[in-house]
Each structure stands twice: as C-alpha cells, then as structure tokens.
C-alpha cells in the first residue's frame, strides 16, 4: 500500500514538473515571439494601438492551443505592454523628443 502511494506520488510530480516546463517554455517563446512582433510593428511605421494589436496577434499565434485559454489576447496585452514602456523610454533618452 505505501509503495502504491509513493508511486502515485511520484507520477503526479512527474506530471506536475511536465506542465510547469511546458508552461515556462511557452512563456520564454511568448517573449521571443513578442520582441519579433514589436520589432516588425515598428518598421511598418504603425500607432500606439496598431502596434500593441499587431504584437499580441503574433504572439498569440505561437502560443499553443493548449495554453490559449491562459493566454488570451487580453493577458498578453498585459504582459507586452512593459516592454513597449521600456522601448518607449529608450527611444526617447537615445533620440530625444515624443516617440508613438
């Protein structure tokens, strides 16, 4: 009974260790994906708003059909929204002046 149990145990940290590794690895690809996505909205000369819709479509696109209940549109919103604070701010110590 008590090895039936540990090896109960064991299987669902195995699982458990599974989903957390592939939640992490879609996480880092959703960031990668994310600097692409701003990158290519900002060549294409875009506004504030198309640039967010742009970069959280791509994003979205890569994100597996698994996980999209997680990461919806709106979430990931939320989580790009920083990193185009930040190139924000860059552009406008390196440049000087408004960027949009």
């Known amino acids: 009974m008590k090895q039936h149990f540990s090896e109960i145990l064991l299987g669902l940290l195995a699982a458990l260790l599974a989903v957390v ?3 992490l690895y879609t996480v880092q690809k959703a960031k990668e994906a994310a600097l ?3 990158g290519d909205a900002e060549e294409k000369d875009r506004l504030g708003k198309e640039k967010m819709h742009l970069a959280v479509q791509n994003v979205y696109a890569v994100i597996p059909a698994v996980l999209r209940p997680i990461f ?4 990931l919103e939320q989580l790009i929204q920083p990193i185009f604070e930040k190139m924000k701010v860059y552009a406008e110590k390196k440049y000087g002046g408004k960027s949009t």
């Open 21 to 23: 590794s592939f939640y």
């Open 36 to 38: 692409g996505a701003i």
């Open 72 to 75: 919806t549109p709106a979430l």
